[in-house]
C-alpha cells in the first residue's frame, strides 16, 4: 500500500498567519484526500485534491480559507489561512487505493499534522 | 447529508472482557469500512463489508452488517491492551463519498 509522508508533523501558530502542510506519496495516487480531526472528534472531509484542476470542497470549506494544490499523482499542499483557535485541529492527508481481491477502495492516511493557534 | 453515528462514545472494560460497538447510517450504504486510529495515530483500514448480511472475522474481531445495509457492528473478544484506541466506521453511500462515524474510544484497564 502507499506510504504518505506528511510534515509538518506539529506546529504552533500564531493568530492570523497562514500555514501549509506537505503530503508526499511514494507512488502515483489518482485519489488524493484532506481531512480535519479536531480533538477527540471524528474525521470531516474537507476537500478533495484533483491533479491538474481546482480542488473539490466539501460544504462548509471554501478555497479561500483551505487553498489547496495537487501539482502532480504524488504530492499535494493544503494551506490553512489566517488562522483562528478554531483552526486548532490535526490535519490528515490520505489517498484512496484499491486492496484486495474484490478491489475494495480503502483509505491510507498520513500520520497527520497537529495545529496549535495561539 | 448521510450522518453515520456510533455508540457507545465511550467504552471501558477489563483486559478479557468484550467489547462491541455499533454503528449506524441515515441512509442505505452501498458498502461499510471499519478504521482503528490509536492513541496519537493515524486511523489504520480494518475490513470493508459490502453484502447485506455480511459477517467477517479477523482473530478476536467480528464484524457484521446489517440486512438493510444502515447499520454495522464490530464485536471484539476477550479484549486485549493491545486493543486501546479509537474505532471509526465509515459508510459509503450515494456519490461515493466516505462518510465517517463519530467513534468508539476503548480503553482496556488490566
Known amino acids: 500500500s502507499a506510504v504518505i509522508s506528511q510534515k509538518p508533523s506539529r506546529d504552533i501558530c500564531q493568530r492570523g498567519t497562514s500555514l501549509t502542510i506537505q503530503c508526499q506519496v511514494d507512488?502515483?495516487?489518482?485519489?488524493m484526500f484532506w481531512y480535519r480531526q479536531q480533538p477527540g472528534q471524528s474525521l470531516t472531509l474537507i476537500a478533495t485534491a484533483n491533479q491538474g484542476s481546482e480542488a473539490t470542497y466539501e460544504s462548509g470549506f471554501v478555497i479561500d480559507k483551505f487553498p489547496i494544490s495537487r501539482p502532480n499523482l504524488t504530492f499535494s499542499t493544503l494551506t490553512v489561512s489566517n488562522m483562528s483557535p478554531e483552526d486548532s485541529s490535526i490535519y490528515l492527508c490520505?489517498?484512496?487505493?484499491?486492496?484486495?481481491?474484490?478491489?475494495?477502495?480503502?483509505?491510507?492516511f498520513g500520520a497527520g499534522s497537529r495545529l496549535t493557534v495561539l | 447529508g448521510q450522518q453515520v453515528m456510533q455508540i457507545p462514545q465511550y467504552q471501558h472494560v477489563q483486559e478479557g472482557e468484550d467489547f462491541t460497538t455499533y454503528c449506524n447510517s441515515s441512509?442505505?450504504?452501498?458498502?461499510i469500512q471499519w478504521y482503528k486510529q490509536r492513541p496519537g495515530g493515524h486511523p489504520v483500514f480494518l475490513i470493508q463489508l459490502v453484502k447485506s448480511g455480511e459477517v467477517k472475522k479477523q482473530k478476536r474481531l467480528t464484524f457484521q452488517f446489517g440486512e438493510a445495509k444502515k447499520n454495522s457492528s464490530l464485536h471484539i473478544t476477550a479484549t486485549q491492551t493491545t486493543d486501546v484506541g479509537t474505532y471509526f466506521c465509515a459508510g459509503r453511500g450515494g456519490g461515493n463519498k466516505l462518510t465517517f462515524g463519530t467513534g468508539t474510544q476503548l480503553k482496556v484497564e488490566l
Open positions: 507512488s502515483q495516487v489518482t485519489m
Open positions: 441512509t442505505t450504504l452501498s458498502n
Open positions: 490520505s489517498v484512496g487505493v484499491f486492496r484486495g481481491r474484490r478491489g475494495a477502495n480503502v483509505l491510507t
